[in-house]
């Protein structure tokens, strides 16, 4: 059974089964994403991939309930110079979302999913830092798989369909062509024409910590990436592996089999 939380009463809530109630929650910034796409491209991501996900986890556990709640849009990021962004300090992330997740645990729920668009590793570790405190306090009832989603540590069953875009066009971390297919794909009327003509702006994965360099870069135009490279067959193709990595990390917690490798960024505790 799959319910949004908006749409049910208390007495609902109360009356489904906690041994088999499943939470969804995402958390991403309204931000800009280069002068093509919508400030709420990290929204929609995320919104998509937990509809994704429980329809999987349905398709698995038909039984069982599956709760979806609505995106928390804020989060930590340091390019706050554009018009839009919105975005707050780690430690208050911590605190509102430690105290939203809390409220939804003292729910009585097996699980709580959590998942976020928005790749900035400091807001996905952020993320899962309040996870770690759930758990010590609640029990092992709380994951998120975007750490090891963005991380890439999730073993490949198949070869991506696209493994040959990613390895001529990699470094694509910001509103470039994986976004901005994906936002084709989603919903091509969102996506503005000059993403076909902007130009490429790329930095490598250890530079992204050289604020400077980094700044120097988003400042002007707002993206990092191939935006160029993008379609819409493309966006469709990200959807389905995203949707199907993601679900096979919170299956992996759900069975509660071999999933905390699984369970931070690989900068966690490192930054």
């Given at each position: 059974?799959?319910?949004?939380?908006?749409?049910?009463?208390?007495?609902?809530?109360k009356s489904y089964d906690n041994k088999k109630t499943c939470a969804f929650v995402s958390v991403s910034p309204i931000e800009e994403h280069g002068p093509y796409l919508p400030l709420g491209t990290d929204?929609?991501?995320?919104?998509?991939?937990?509809?994704?996900?429980?329809?999987?986890?349905?398709?698995?556990?038909?039984?069982?309930?599956?709760?979806?709640?609505?995106?928390?849009?804020?989060?930590?990021?340091?390019?706050?110079?554009?018009?839009?962004?919105?975005?707050?300090?780690?430690?208050?992330?911590?605190?509102?979302?430690?105290?939203?997740?809390?409220?939804?645990?003292?729910?009585?729920?097996k699980n709580i999913i959590i998942i976020s668009g928005h790749a900035d590793p400091f807001h996905i570790i952020?993320?899962?830092?309040?996870?770690?405190?759930?758990?010590?306090?609640?029990?092992?009832?709380?994951?998120?798989?975007?750490?090891?989603?963005?991380?890439?540590?999730?073993?490949?069953?198949?070869?991506?369909?696209?493994?040959?875009?990613?390895?001529?066009?990699?470094?694509?971390?910001?509103?470039?062509?994986?976004?901005t297919s994906s936002m084709l794909f989603l919903n091509k009327k969102l996506v503005k024409e000059g993403y076909k003509k902007a130009e490429n702006f790329?930095?490598?994965?250890?530079?992204?910590?050289?604020?400077?360099?980094?700044?120097?870069?988003?400042?002007?135009?707002?993206?990092?990436?191939?935006?160029r490279e993008s379609d819409e067959e493309t966006g469709e193709i990200l959807q389905k592996e995203t949707i199907s990595k993601l679900f096979f990390l919170t299956e992996k917690f759900i069975d509660r089999i071999d999933y905390k490798k699984y369970s931070h960024h690989f900068l966690y505790g490192k930054i």
């Amino acid at each position: 059974m799959i319910k949004n939380i908006l749409d049910i009463t208390w007495k609902e809530l109360k009356s489904y089964d906690n041994k088999k109630t499943c939470a969804f929650v995402s958390v991403s910034p309204i931000e800009e994403h280069g002068p093509y796409l919508p400030l709420g491209t990290d929204i929609y991501l995320s919104d998509s991939w937990v509809d994704g996900v429980i329809k999987e986890c349905h398709k698995k556990w038909p039984s069982d309930i599956f709760i979806k709640y609505p995106c928390l849009f804020f989060g930590f990021a340091e390019i706050g110079y554009f018009p839009g962004n919105n975005y707050i300090e780690k430690d208050f992330l911590y605190e509102i979302l430690l105290k939203y997740i809390s409220n939804i645990a003292e729910s009585s729920v097996k699980n709580i999913i959590i998942i976020s668009g928005h790749a900035d590793p400091f807001h996905i570790i952020t993320i899962e830092k309040v996870c770690d405190e759930i758990n010590r306090k609640y029990g092992e009832i709380c994951f998120s798989p975007s750490g090891a989603l963005f991380s890439g540590i999730i073993p490949e069953k198949n070869k991506s369909e696209i493994s040959e875009k990613f390895e001529k066009f990699p470094d694509d971390f910001h509103a470039g062509w994986i976004e901005t297919s994906s936002m084709l794909f989603l919903n091509k009327k969102l996506v503005k024409e000059g993403y076909k003509k902007a130009e490429n702006f790329t930095v490598k994965d250890y530079e992204m910590i050289n604020l400077k360099k980094y700044y120097e870069i988003m400042k002007e135009n707002g993206y990092i990436g191939y935006p160029r490279e993008s379609d819409e067959e493309t966006g469709e193709i990200l959807q389905k592996e995203t949707i199907s990595k993601l679900f096979f990390l919170t299956e992996k917690f759900i069975d509660r089999i071999d999933y905390k490798k699984y369970s931070h960024h690989f900068l966690y505790g490192k930054i």
